[in-house]
Every structure is written in C-alpha cells, then in structure tokens.
C-alpha cells in the first residue's frame, strides 16, 4: 500500500509544475485558501435547542473580534496588528505583525432566532450560540386518537 505519491523521475518538483497542476478556478477552496494563512478552523454543530461556531483562533482577545448579522447572514472578522513601539528609533531586524481574516456563515432562513445569538471567547475557541426558533425544534412524539 502506497501512502506517498512520488514521481520517481523528478523527486524536486518545479515552481512551474506546481503553477500549472493547481486548478486557480477552484473557488470552494478553504475559503480562498489553501495555504497556511491565519484562517482559523471552523466546527460547526447542532443539538436540538441550537446551533453552535466553534472558531479556533488562539492568542486572540475578545476585542479582536467583530460578529456581525445581516439577512441571515453570520460574518465573523478580525484584524489584529502588533506594533512594538521603539523609542531610539534604530531597528537592526524588525518583522511587522498582521493578522486578520473574514469568515460567513448563510444562516438557515427562519430557523435561528437572531436576537438571542450569544458569543464567548474562551481558551483561544471563540464560540458563538445560534439558538433554534420554538417552531424549528423538533416535537416529541404524540399518540393520536382515532375518532
């Protein structure tokens, strides 16, 4: 069994060989990326009460982060920049710091009550509480009587 694709007559392969293998229409990829960049992971899940973002993005503070809803849609963003300030004003290396990224969720139409949607930002797992509308929960089952 074979875990390891290798093209045994090139083991380095190109730059351009890279570029032109990659399929740049591809749109659905990591949310634009497929890189390491500073996209956080996403879990998403459900219970019968509500749905719940689980966002990993540790080192963060609760500031950095902006929740915004609008027509059922979830966008969630930060942008963080970390500026060491040096008074002498002489650098002999100095590497800026930015991170930020944009996330969007279609929320699923008129099952999420949108005035009840709560976030917490704990142990670098930003989690965001989506609770279902009464009519979206499921029922339990009843016996129906034949007249």
Known sequence: MTLVKRNSDNLFPSL??????????DWNNSNFSNTNTTLPAVNVREN??????????????????????DNNQLSISSERKEEKENKDGKFSRREFCYQSFHRSFQLPIDLVNGDKISAKYNDGILNIHLPKKEEAKPKPSRMISIT
Request: proline residues 3%.
């Open 48 to 69: 019968d009460n509500e749905y719940i973002i689980e966002v990993a993005a540790p080192g963060m503070k609760k500031s950095d982060f902006k929740i915004n809803l």
């Open 16 to 25: 351009f060989d890279n570029f032109f293998s990659r399929d740049w229409m």
